[in-house]
């Protein structure tokens, strides 16, 4: 590949000073080629991006922070183990923040697109809503708590959320207070078999 034009003039200008210095550095070349053909606002459109990068949620983390590593990393680090510490700084400080800001209660509440076989029927389904002596014995039995299947929980179960029925109180259930003792009706044939 051949430089014409202003392009050619420039490098070569520039290459003939560093030949006439004690030590030429090839890297002083690269700054100046970008300074006259780099990007301007770079540093602005890092920032930009910074602001507006989201992970999808069907995205793995390990695909989205390299995509967007790098237009952070910049000609900050000019060794490898300095882009390595880089990497390291920004995972760790993504780490903290979704740890302190991140989504929470992001469950499996519309159900999970399974492409089981015995899960076709349940797709687009609703959980029934169970008492909490039924979810007790479910957990008890390592039971999915959603749809009480051994095979199945509730990160990946089809079944969407149950919904609370409106005619179910909120408070829990008391026992109730008996006054009176329950009586047999045929207890008076019981005294005269005797």
């Not at 967007?68 to 183990?81: A, K, P, Q, R």
């Amino acid at each position: 590949m051949r430089l014409e034009g202003a392009a050619k003039t420039n490098v070569t200008t520039f290459y003939e000073m560093q030949l006439g210095q004690e030590s030429p550095d090839p890297h002083k070349l690269l700054k100046r080629l970008d300074i006259l053909y780099g990007e301007r606002n770079q540093k602005q459109k890092a920032i930009q991006n910074l602001h507006s990068i989201r992970q999808r949620e069907d995205e793995t983390f390990i695909s989205f922070y390299p995509h967007n590593l790098v237009g952070c990393s910049g000609s900050e680090t000019s060794t490898y183990y300095g882009f390595a510490q880089k990497c390291v700084n920004v995972s760790n400080n993504m780490e903290l923040y979704m740890n302190a800001f991140g989504p929470r209660g992001k469950g499996n509440t519309n159900g999970y697109p399974s492409k089981r076989p015995e899960d076709r029927e349940l797709l687009g389904k609703r959980a029934k809503w169970v008492n909490q002596e039924e979810i007790d014995a479910r957990r008890q039995d390592r039971r999915c708590l959603r749809c009480g299947r051994n095979n199945c929980r509730i990160a990946t179960c089809p079944l969407a959320a149950a919904v609370r029925p409106k005619h179910i109180s909120v408070m829990t259930a008391r026992s109730a207070v008996v006054t009176e003792a329950a009586v047999d009706e045929d207890s008076d044939s019981f005294e005269a078999e005797q």
